[in-house]
């Protein structure tokens, strides 16, 4: 069997690492072809040394870069589209995602989605280039993964609800005051999964679950009252589906990232050697569930409202919540204050029309200028 091609973008973070984990015991199915990241120009240089890809781009930073290295985000298009590429995983952080999605739709590869902020601020624009293109989405977070993994072909007509679950972030059990007040250091504290600071300080607010749901409604043409979001501490049940005849089935497995993006690279097939540890019930013990508690994480709720007001609203949820983190990690606004700026922004710029890309991108800068001089 001819190695089927990949190109890892963002292949420097936290699931660009793990995807080059999992294709290293699998070099006789994929072989690496493009590369890239945003400014770890060091990194790279080690994984180019590793696995000689065929193209190489650093989007920005000052770090000393071959000439043969393409830079600026044009490059991130260029990797998405290349002949030679079958599969393009998609790990870059943030709406910086979207055109390379669109773009990979379009020429027809498999995008393996880790960046779900791509479907969130363009899901209509994503469906519409994979229809034109003949690609496909394949999803990498472990919800969607779990939920396609219980789907398995069935008709979205034969489903009542998805239950997406999350563990409830490091704040699970703060009282609402409290967790307005956590820290940077608190909010990258993580309890069970290991990934960047984005989505971490995301999970810790619960926005990623938000961010979750839109990407379900988009991914698997469900309405939003047919997802329901419920607390799982334990992180072992990754998502469940209810269909109409009130089964429901759920996905398990210790928490790790390699499987579902094995299997996102692998759909519909199963393959041997996805590298995490054995399940063992019994050593996972006790499974319990709890509702979200929404008086101290109002982004979910924000979110979930963004992606039912449509148009560029879910643009809107997605650019304030990635300005406003980032002012987080810099330490100029408290995590109470994310919330704040996003709730801000969604009344500021509601009925902003989000038809086309150029809009879409309007969007997303009024977005993050609101929260910006919000905070001046
Ligand atoms: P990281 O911050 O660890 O990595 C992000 C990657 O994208 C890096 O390679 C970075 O390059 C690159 N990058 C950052 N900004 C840009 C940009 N503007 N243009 C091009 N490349 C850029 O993030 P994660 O790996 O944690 O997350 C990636 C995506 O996957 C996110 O959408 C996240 O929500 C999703 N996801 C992550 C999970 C996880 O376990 N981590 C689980 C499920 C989904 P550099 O290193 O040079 O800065």
């Known amino acids: 069997m001819t190695p089927q091609g990949v190109a890892i973008l963002g292949s420097t973070g936290s699931i660009g690492t793990t995807a080059l984990r999992v294709l290293d015991r699998h070099r006789d199915r994929f072989a690496v072809r493009a590369l890239?990241?945003?400014a770890n120009a060091a990194l790279l240089h080690r994984q180019?040394?590793?696995w000689t890809p065929t193209f190489v781009a650093l989007v920005e930073g000052d770090g000393e870069a071959p000439a043969a290295w393409l830079r600026g985000a044009g490059a991130l298009v260029e990797a998405a589209t290349r002949p030679d590429v079958a599969v393009v995983l998609n790990a870059i952080v943030g709406a910086a995602g979207l055109d390379a999605t669109l773009a990979a739709l379009g020429a027809g590869k498999r995008v393996a989605l880790a960046n779900k902020e791509s479907l969130v601020v363009g899901g209509a624009l994503v469906a519409a280039a994979a229809r034109r293109g003949g690609g496909a989405v394949v999803p990498v977070d472990s919800e969607h993964?779990?939920?396609l993994q219980c789907l398995s072909g069935r008709d979205a007509s034969e489903v009542r609800k998805l239950v997406i679950t999350t563990s409830g972030g490091p704040f699970r059990e703060w009282p609402a005051e409290r967790v307005r007040a956590a820290t940077v250091q608190d909010a990258l504290n993580h309890p069970t999964w290991s990934m960047g600071r984005k989505i971490t300080v995301d999970s810790a607010t619960l926005a990623n679950k938000a961010l979750e749901v839109i990407e379900a409604h988009?991914?698997?043409g469900l309405g939003y009252d047919q997802i329901e979001v419920v607390v799982h501490p334990q992180s072992i049940i990754h998502s469940m589906v209810e269909f109409r005849d009130g089964s429901v089935l759920a996905q398990l497995g210790v928490p790790s990232m390699e499987l579902?993006?094995?299997y996102a690279l692998s759909h519909p097939e199963r393959i041997a050697d996805a590298g995490i540890p054995v399940?063992?019930?019994v050593?996972?013990?006790?499974?319990?569930?709890?509702a979200v508690r929404h008086e101290a994480f109002p982004c979910l709720g924000l979110g979930i409202a963004a992606g039912k007001a449509g148009g560029a609203a879910p643009a809107v949820f997605n650019g304030a919540?990635?300005?406003a983190v980032a002012l987080f990690l810099e330490g100029r606004v408290t995590f109470g204050a994310i919330a704040e700026a996003v709730e801000d922004a969604l009344a500021r710029l509601a009925g902003l029309s989000g038809g086309d890309l150029p809009s879409l991108w309007h969007a997303d800068a009024q977005a993050r200028r609101t929260v910006r001089e919000k905070f001046a």
Do not use: K, M
């Open 218 to 220: 988009f991914l698997f």
């Open 279 to 281: 399940f063992d019930a």
């Open 283 to 290: 050593s996972a013990g006790r499974l319990t569930f709890e």
């Open 260 to 262: 579902p993006i094995l």
């Open 48 to 50: 180019v040394e590793a």
């Open 36 to 38: 890239t990241a945003h």
């Open 145 to 147: 993964s779990a939920i």
């Open 321 to 323: 919540n990635e300005q």
